[in-house]
């Protein structure tokens, strides 16, 4: 069965620093890697995915994240953070046609921006 | 504009009684999901269906109750065997384009016993 660890539950930044989420999944097959953004009482917004292909990959709002196979990670970062970013962030893990599309979620980061 | 419906916002339940959360998709997605979020433990999948007139149970299924007569519609149905139901419910969808692409969540439904 495949799981996901967000080693961070929460994370101050100051606006305009960099900021990292980190997340790691275990899994025995090839899988499908998403970060979603979720503001108070709303659903989940995507804001970047890994499918295949390069390891590095670009999504909404300044946000990218890069896959690593050898150490099953799949790391957020933004270089420099607004106000807006506040936010609770998930890393999902997906195994494809193997297992309809399921996601499964890490716990979330829940990041909160001071100005 | 295509999207994920979910209704209503906020649901109110008195203990012992079944309740029907609706999710309706017009973006022709093949597959259609229910989570539960509770505060502090992510996401976990209730059920799941990839086609019409077939669903499967997901790791928390017990006290629910799906169907999938339309492929639009996924209806949950919250019953009264479910011992701690409140929580914010959220249906997602997906759809297959020789290979599964992301999936797309409704905006919730926050489930309240009193």
């Known amino acids: 069965a495949q799981s996901v660890t967000q080693l961070d539950s929460q994370v101050p930044v100051f606006e305009e620093a960099p900021v990292e989420l980190r997340c790691n999944y275990s899994s025995s097959v090839s899988v499908y890697l998403f970060w979603y953004v979720q503001y108070p009482n709303q659903g989940l917004q995507l804001l970047l995915k890994?499918?295949?292909?390069?390891?590095l990959v670009k999504g909404i709002n300044g946000f990218e994240a890069e896959f690593n196979k050898s150490q099953t990670s799949f790391h957020l970062r933004k270089p420099s953070v607004h106000i807006s970013d506040t936010a609770e962030y998930f890393c999902?893990?997906?195994?494809?046609?193997?297992?309809?599309?399921?996601?499964?979620f890490g716990g979330g980061t829940r990041v909160l921006v001071k100005p | 504009d295509g999207g994920i419906t979910q209704s209503p916002k906020y649901l109110f339940r008195k203990e012992g009684q079944n309740v029907t959360l609706s999710c309706e998709q017009n973006l022709n997605h093949d597959a259609m999901y229910w989570y539960r979020q509770d505060p502090g433990q992510g996401l976990r999948l209730i059920y799941y269906?990839?086609?019409?007139?077939?669903?499967q149970k997901g790791d928390i299924a017990e006290g629910y109750s799906v169907s999938r007569e339309k492929k639009e519609s996924f209806p949950l149905t919250v019953t009264s065997a479910q011992k701690n139901p409140t929580a914010f419910y959220l249906c997602a969808s997906s759809i297959y384009r020789g290979a599964w692409t992301e999936a797309f969540f409704g905006q919730g439904t926050r489930l309240t016993v009193v």
């Open positions: 890994y499918l295949s292909g390069s390891t």
């Open positions: 999902a893990v997906s195994e494809g046609e193997a297992a309809g599309n399921k996601l499964t």
């Open positions: 269906s990839q086609i019409v007139n077939d669903f």
